[in-house]
């Protein structure tokens, strides 16, 4: 599984899946989803409701996965990000659930190339340099079955796209 980081916007980046920093509503949001939701369109948005007449709301740290729309991906898996506060162990492996989760639905997807934001670095202010290690152990550590042969790390700042840098290079 080859592992990179770019700077970008995520809904313009050509991969099976990219993955949404979602909020439990999956209505679309700010930041990456509301991006997502604006670029992708109204099916995603119909993909979101039918899950939550399905299944309720999706849990922090959950994935579920649903049409990309007009977006150039395939697929959209949204994940709901921890909101940091005070932070904690609590907080840090709900964020390796993320990334988990989404990487379990890509799997059984047969998705080759998925593409991650940085998830709960935004509004919900989970420190970046954890986040990024966290990022990049949880993935390093999947095991993908030879099913995923790419991930990208997209960074919308080059605060994050510096730090993924630093961390891929170890």
């Given amino acids: 599984m080859r592992l990179k980081t770019i700077q970008a916007d995520i809904t ?8 949404n920093a979602a909020n439990s509503s999956l209505l679309g949001g700010s930041g990456v989803d509301g991006a997502i939701h604006r670029k992708g369109g109204t099916d995603i948005l119909e993909a979101c409701r039918l899950i939550i007449n399905k299944q309720g709301k999706c849990n922090v740290g959950e ?3 649903t049409t990309a729309g007009n977006l150039p991906a395939k697929y959209v898996i949204h994940t ?3 909101v940091w506060n005070q932070g904690g162990e609590e ?12 990487l379990q639905l890509a799997l059984k997807n047969k998705i080759k190339s998925i593409a991650f934001p940085n998830i709960s670095t935004g509004i919900y202010k989970f420190p970046k340099d954890l986040a990024a ?8 550590n999947f095991k993908s079955q030879n099913v995923i042969n790419e ?5 919308f700042d080059n605060e994050n796209l510096k730090l993924y840098e630093k961390k891929l290079k170890k």
């Fill in 133 to 140: 290690k966290i990022a990049i152990e949880t993935v390093k």
């Fill in 63 to 65: 994935a579920v996965i």
């Fill in 12 to 19: 313009e980046v050509k991969v099976d899946a990219i993955v």
């Fill in 80 to 82: 709901v990000g921890p």
């Fill in 91 to 102: 907080k840090e492996a709900l964020l390796v659930n993320c990334y988990q989760n989404s």
């Fill in 151 to 155: 991930v990208i790390f997209v960074c």
